[in-house]
């Protein structure tokens, strides 16, 4: 546990000899403790809303009811079925997620001759999202239940946003969910995604960026909208 918590500080204070290491491994051990890391955050998330009677993603005021998922959102489902629905299929998708953008990258880098193994590209594709995954899942832990029991409201984010504790409020948290949470997780996973295919498959940075590029708009707006809106 502390070797696999020592990847994900590499990341941040020393991304290339972090990649190195990754890519020399044969098994993917790594990723897939990211990916297990991942899920328990996001259902511990889950259990604190379930258990403070808040409204999860705020899905209870934001989305219609019936409201829509799969094939960019062409299944009408009830309202009160969305949050079950998404927590059944998200270790499916995170499983999916783990060998599609990896295998993807892998296969792709052969045009250039990379020169990388599989093992090593899913270890070190996986784990340059951890930065992004922190933020993302951090934000959501502190600003969902122990915000929406400071101020007494059931979604604190959607609420704060909307203008509901004033405009600089939803100024600033605006700028924080469109600017660090979704812009700045985005480019983090593509940049040190590009880093990490650099370094495991030896192929030229520009090749890689394209790659890694290509392989996240076609997972976030291709394959995820597939299954979630």
Same mark, same amino acid.
Request: no cysteine; net charge positive; aromatic share 10%.
């Given at each position: 546990m502390k070797k696999f918590f020592g990847y994900i500080w590499g990341v941040?204070? %020393?991304?290339?000899? =972090? *990649?190195?290491?990754?890519?020399?491994l044969t098994?993917?051990?790594? +990723?897939?403790?990211?990916?297990?890391?991942?899920?328990?955050?996001?259902?511990?998330?889950?259990?604190?809303?379930?258990?403070?009677?808040?409204?999860?993603?705020g899905t209870r005021r934001e989305l219609p009811d019936p409201t829509y998922l799969f094939f960019y959102g062409r299944v009408p489902?009830?309202?009160?079925?969305w949050v079950t629905i998404w927590f059944t299929i998200l270790p499916f998708l995170s499983l999916l997620g783990l060998a599609a953008v990896p295998g993807l990258a892998h296969m792709l880098s052969k045009l250039w %001759?990379?020169?990388? =193994? *599989?093992?090593?590209?899913?270890?070190?594709?996986?784990?340059?999202? +951890?930065p992004a995954i922190l933020i993302g899942c951090g934000s959501e832990l502190l600003f969902t239940v122990p915000a929406n029991l400071i101020s007494g409201h059931p979604y604190w984010w959607t609420a704060a946003m909307n203008g509901e504790f004033g405009?600089?409020?939803?100024?600033?948290?605006?700028?924080y969910t469109i600017g660090i949470y979704t812009?700045?997780?985005?480019l983090l996973t593509i940049v040190l995604?590009?880093?990490a295919l650099h370094r495991v498959q030896g192929i030229p940075w520009w090749a890689a960026a394209l790659i890694l590029l290509f392989g996240h708009v076609l997972w976030v707006y291709g394959i995820m909208a597939?299954?979630?809106?």
């Open positions: 941040v204070a %020393r991304p290339r000899a =972090t *990649f190195d290491e990754l890519g020399r098994s993917i051990r790594p +990723a897939v403790m990211l990916v297990s890391f991942t899920l328990l955050l996001a259902y511990l998330n889950y259990l604190l809303t379930t258990l403070t009677g808040s409204d999860w993603l489902v009830r309202l009160e079925q %001759r990379g020169k990388g =193994t *599989f093992e090593g590209t899913v270890n070190a594709l996986t784990l340059a999202s +951890a405009p600089v409020v939803a100024a600033i948290w605006s700028f812009i700045t997780s985005d995604g590009a880093v597939t299954f979630v809106r």
